[in-house]
């Protein structure tokens, strides 16, 4: 019985894990109604606790697990254990910290989507038009924001140090809170750290992490820096536990755009626009392909160059094998957070940005365009006689 211990123990910690998920399944206005608060407020004690550090203290709590690992192997030889009792309680601490991610983060999957937080009328029914219209104005947002930018001597968008970057992460939220009543931002705006290991990062295309068990939310000081506000704002969102990737990224794009710091607010285009863009790139009928290039042409120098380099980055750095592993982890794991698209939610923020050009930009300049039938009392037809009210 003694060797079963640690599996009896791993069991109960995966049970657990298990029932808190298939509860916030099946009682998600219950959950909606608590939980995100209570998960909101770890978070910022778990953020404001951790900030001293300058690195990340999950690399380093990684770290030490590793070795206790290692280091139990030894002992386990050394002292003749059974292997089978050992990989029990080896088993047990995996799903203790799968247990405790889920307790006071991984419910928030399965929390009210953002768009109703925000008021957000996702469209059911998106049309090649729509995207056509979306994708037009989020380039001409880019190209107008792409020359208010300070720039290096080599013509990339000029942010400064990583710190000085990501100490300007907050603002955007703090106005969507304070100028827009968005309390679903109200979270903590304790600067993103540097990921560490950035080059391992790197090579598998991982941009940045956010890590409820210590609250820390990381940002990769390898990517370009036209898309690092962007994903600043993105691993913030995460860490306001705003979890699933789709609306992580609506979230980045809302607060980058509501930044005060140009570098910020193109950075919010500029990843809208290649969502989009994308997006009507992948299409394969003529009329999608046609405003493709007509859209790519449009583009000025600045926007275009910033839009070679990402892509040249994205080609350059990223190992094949690593890429492929890390996704399939991440999506994998994305999964089992409850989120049934895995991976494909990072692109799905595509509707969201349409739904919210709809509703934000095209609606309110197309309101004359919706005139209301007035009164005449002269036209007969819109007289209502004794007879037509039943008198």
């Given at each position: 019985m003694k060797y079963l211990r640690g599996f009896l123990v791993a069991a109960a910690f995966a049970l657990l894990?298990?029932?808190l998920t298939e509860f916030a399944a099946s009682h998600v206005a219950l959950v909606d109604m608590i939980y995100p608060y209570i998960s909101r407020l770890i978070q910022d004690?778990?953020?404001g606790w951790t900030a001293d550090a300058a690195y990340c203290l999950w690399q380093v709590l990684a770290i030490v697990l590793v070795v206790a690992f290692i280091a139990s192997i030894v002992v386990m030889i050394v002292l003749k254990w059974n292997v089978f009792q050992w990989l029990g309680w080896v088993l047990s601490?995996?799903?203790?910290?799968?247990?405790?991610?889920?307790?006071i983060y991984g419910l928030n999957q399965y929390s009210s989507p953002l768009s109703e937080d925000i008021r957000l009328t996702v469209e059911p029914d998106i049309t090649t038009t729509d995207l056509i219209n979306a994708t037009t104005y989020f380039r001409d947002k880019a190209n107008e924001s792409a020359l208010n930018v300070p720039r290096n001597a080599s013509g990339r968008v000029d942010t400064g140090t990583f710190e000085e970057a990501a100490a300007l992460g907050g603002d955007g939220f703090q106005r969507l809170v304070y100028e827009k009543n968005l309390a679903v931002f109200a979270g903590s705006t304790v600067p993103v750290k540097q990921l560490g290991w950035a080059d391992m990062y790197t090579s598998m295309g991982i941009s940045g992490m956010t890590m409820p068990l210590t609250g820390e939310a990381a940002v990769n000081p390898q990517i370009p820096t036209v898309s690092l506000p962007f994903t600043i704002c993105h691993e913030m969102a995460h860490r306001m536990c705003i979890a699933p990737e789709r609306d992580a990224n609506l979230a980045a794009f809302l607060a980058s755009t509501a930044n005060s710091d140009p570098a910020y607010q193109y950075s919010g285009y500029f990843m809208a626009f290649r969502y989009c863009y994308n997006a009507l790139?992948?299409?394969s009928t003529s009329t999608a392909a046609a405003a493709a290039n007509?859209?790519?042409e449009g583009m000025n120098d600045a926007?275009?160059?910033?839009?070679e380099h990402y892509r040249a980055y994205l080609l350059s750095v990223q190992d094949a094998d690593a890429s492929k592993l890390a996704s399939s982890v991440n999506d994998a794991y994305i999964q089992a957070s409850g989120d049934s698209s895995g991976v494909r939610s990072y692109g799905e923020v595509t509707d969201l940005l349409i739904s919210w050009y709809l509703?934000?930009?095209?609606?309110?300049?197309?309101?004359?365009?919706?005139?209301?039938?007035?009164?005449d009392p002269l036209d007969k037809e819109d007289v209502f006689t004794e007879e037509v009210m039943g008198g």
């Open positions: 894990a298990w029932g004690f778990l953020a601490v995996v799903c203790l910290l799968w247990c405790a991610h889920t307790g790139a992948s299409m007509r859209i790519y926007l275009r160059g910033d839009i509703q934000e930009i095209y609606l309110p300049e197309h309101e004359d365009e919706v005139t209301e039938d007035k009164f």
